[in-house]
């Protein structure tokens, strides 16, 4: 039998539905994209629920929100980190990241209400520009804590040609102390995150909550493809030079390379797509489209990745095209810290609760956060496994339910007895 929770499920709800309104496009539908004005205001209201919580806030140069819980005695030492993101796709649903932000803020809330002294200071953060669609690069606030970010960040553009360093200045971050964001090595003890699964297996299972193995690795690819511009009612098809024809033939191969692959957990995405000059009746001269590939087996998405070069190379030639291919994003699959799946098993097993335990397709700030330190991951149950959509759907009973076992699992890695050893690792002995 699960006890009664320690967490308010009533508060989260509640300020669930207060941030839905934030850019709402319809009855379920939300757009708030990272770095908005929208944004911003979600951001100040999630500051003034980190104070109401009794933590100390600030905004750092990178954008993310950071609540702070000293530890006892005001005692030094690496953080205890939990969060997730506040920022939208353009055509999204209320719970991706948000969840995860709000289960944060009130496992922390939970703690400061029982006088619980931590053992080491714990930071609750709202990341910036995770979901990467405004910029075309994503999880931007946890790269820049944990040291990632690459050449031309601050310059990359939106489709109205804001720069990343105009909008992260006008959110409230400072792009000329961005390096100040990073935090110095070890400083970071572990992170945990909540989150929606955003896919079908823990519906299948019929489990409302999920422990994350690891996050696959995502590769990100731009190709470009250009060939010659002409009349549509004068040139003959086989003097004609069509990117667009040429991207076509490209993209439907990839998904029957990928679609080969049925049964792994391998998955291919063309997401976007650009040409030029666009109009009804000029053959295309310019194309760009972006790829998403992902497995959590490098060995088996370096083939497909070599089979869509390959692809890509022969269709130019037989299109006469001029190609380029971008890396935007490759990333190895991240596996979770051992010790910190076992405090959660722990505490799972303590409410009850069935935890299946499953990969991650996506990638979250806790991929970002894998490079230096120790993570795990708590998955809540999607409705139809649908995300990034107006119709993703997580029950109130299992968003609860998650947020009293990230907090539980939070309360096990702060009691004196679960806290960090001086070599790193955790001594897992019952808080």
Not at 347 to 358: N, Q, R, T, V, Y
Request: a negative charge; glycine letters at 10%; charged letters at 25%.
């Amino acid at each position: 039998m699960i006890r009664s929770c320690t967490t308010s499920n009533e508060r989260v709800m509640r300020r669930l539905g207060q941030l839905a309104e934030l850019g709402r496009i319809s009855e379920t539908g939300v757009s708030r994209l990272a770095m908005t004005p929208l944004d911003r205001q979600a951001a100040d209201m999630a500051r003034g629920w980190m104070e109401e919580a009794g933590l100390s806030v600030r905004m750092d140069a990178a954008g993310n929100l950071i609540g702070r819980l000293e530890a006892a005695d005001g005692a030094a030492g690496p953080v205890l980190m939990l969060g997730s993101h506040l920022d939208t796709q353009p055509y999204a649903g209320t719970y991706d990241g948000i969840v995860g932000v709000l289960g944060a803020i009130e496992a922390a809330h939970a703690l400061a209400a029982q006088g619980f002294a931590p053992a080491l200071p714990i930071e609750v953060v709202a990341f910036s520009d995770e979901e990467g669609c405004r910029f075309d690069k994503g999880i931007f606030g946890s790269r820049a804590m944990s040291g990632r970010l690459e050449p031309g960040e601050l310059e990359r553009a939106d489709l109205d040609g804001v720069t990343r360093r105009e909008a992260l200045a006008a959110f409230g971050g400072d792009p000329s102390r961005l390096d100040e964001a990073r935090y110095p090595d070890g400083a970071i003890a572990a992170y945990l995150e909540l989150h929606i699964e955003q896919g079908p297996v823990l519906e299948a299972a019929g489990a409302a909550v999920g422990l994350v193995t690891a996050i696959s690795g995502p590769l990100w690819l731009t190709v470009e493809l250009e060939g010659f511009a002409g009349h549509a009612g004068s040139v003959p098809m086989a003097m004609r030079r069509d990117a667009l024809a040429g991207a076509a033939s490209i993209i439907s191969g990839f998904q029957r390379l990928v679609r080969a692959e049925a049964g792994t957990p391998a998955v291919g995405t063309v997401g976007t797509l650009q040409l030029f000059p666009a109009s009804r009746n000029i053959i295309p001269e310019r194309v760009r489209f972006t790829v998403d590939l992902r497995d959590i087996d490098m060995e088996r998405r370096g083939r497909l990745e070599a089979e869509l070069r390959r692809l890509i190379a022969e269709t130019a030639a037989d299109n006469g095209l001029a190609y380029a291919v971008k890396v935007d994003t490759d990333s190895p699959p991240r596996a979770c810290g051992p010790e910190l799946m076992a405090a959660v098993r722990a505490e799972a097993s303590d409410m009850g609760l069935e935890l299946p335990e499953l990969m991650s397709g996506p990638f979250h700030d806790a991929l970002a956060l894998s490079y230096v330190c120790p993570y795990a991951m708590i998955f809540v149950r999607s409705r139809d496994g649908i995300s990034h959509n107006p119709r993703e759907f997580s029950s109130a009973e299992d968003i609860g339910l998650g947020v009293e076992l990230l907090y539980r699992t939070l309360k096990r890695l702060a009691s004196p007895s679960g806290s960090e050893r001086s070599d790193g690792s955790w001594s897992m002995t019952s808080a």
